[in-house]
Structure formats: C-alpha cells, structure tokens
Nanobody
Framework: QVQLVESGGGVVQPGGSLRLSCAAS????????MGWYRQPPGKEREMVAL????????KYADSVKGRFTISGDNAKTSVYLQMNNLKPEETAVYYC?????????WGQGTQVIVSS
C-alpha cells in the first residue's frame, strides 16, 4: 500500500521561500513518476512539477519555471519541492502524487499561504 505524507507548508510573505517534503512508504524508485499539484481556494487542482525518480526527468508548469525545483533525496524515499519568490496567488493546498503501474496515489495535502 502506498502512503504519501506531505509536510513543510505554512505562512510566508510574498517573495519568500518554502520547502515542501513528501515522504513515501518505501522506495520512490518503484513509481513511474511523482509530482506536486496544488489547489487554490475555489479553483481546480493543477500540476506544479513532476519528476521521474529513476531517470531524473522533470517537468514544470510555466508559471513556476525558474522559481520552483523538484528533487529526490539520497535515501530515495522522499521528494521535495523548493519554492522561491512565492506569490500571493500561489496560496493553495499542495498535494504530493505518485503513479505506480497505472494507479494514482495522493497525499493528504499541506497548506501554503502567501500573504503579507
């Protein structure tokens, strides 16, 4: 059974940084890819960044390119999202996602609030 646990959310001022963590129950190498999505209040969930754990392939939403970085840890059990120069419109619940053999798994989400 796949479990994903996000952490690292919080309140940050515009222009600030946060680092989100997603801890998986076991090696992330068994996933085809992992990603971060976000859902702003009253809006649809959207893709933020994806990573192929084995290949290192990455993909970013245009709105976050150059500011956000997705990466894995050396122990290969966690994925991170480093977010820099955050904007108020990026206030959202951020979710970790993993795909394994066609099955999609989600974490419970972590709240990020960008406000002065």
């Amino acid at each position: 059974q796949v479990q994903l646990v996000e952490s690292g959310g919080g309140v940050v001022q515009p222009g600030g940084s946060l680092r989100l963590s997603c801890a998986a129950s076991g090696s992330i190498f068994r996933f085809s890819f992992m990603g971060w999505y976000r859902q702003p209040p009253g809006k649809e969930r959207e893709m933020v960044a994806l990573v192929g754990p084995q290949s290192g392939w990455t993909k970013y939403a245009d709105s976050v390119k150059g500011r956000f970085t997705i990466s894995g840890d050396n122990a290969k059990t966690s994925v991170y999202l480093q977010m820099n120069n955050l904007k108020p419109e990026e206030t959202a619940v951020y979710y970790c996602n993993a795909v394994q053999s066609g099955s999609v798994h989600w974490g419970q989400g972590t709240q990020v609030i960008v406000s002065s």
